[in-house]
């Protein structure tokens, strides 16, 4: 089993999409989604977990657990990082002045 995410970086207000996926597309059922081990949502189709508008506090390692072929499964954990809006904006700004140095 494991877990896709739609980015494992995150700006902070933007979504994250997570799912847990099985081995040949087969069908899991009976899905836990967790944080830090914490359980967040049960999903008994194996529904996507969605958060809206990513906050700082949603960054941690997440896994799923759930049946597969009736046979319960762990995915590997999966590092999630939500990063400010202000820090992409300052290391932009640092790649930029590096790059006309180099010119």
Known sequence: MLLQASAEEVLE????FLRCHGWRNWKIKKVIYYKDDMA???SYKNQVFSITNASLNDSGSYFCKGLLQKQPCVSEPLRI???KGELVREKEIVHSRERREDI
């Not at 207000?13 to 994250?16: I, N, P, R």
């Open 40 to 42: 967040l949502k049960y």
């Open 81 to 83: 990082t939500v990063i």
């Open 13 to 16: 207000g933007e979504s994250l």
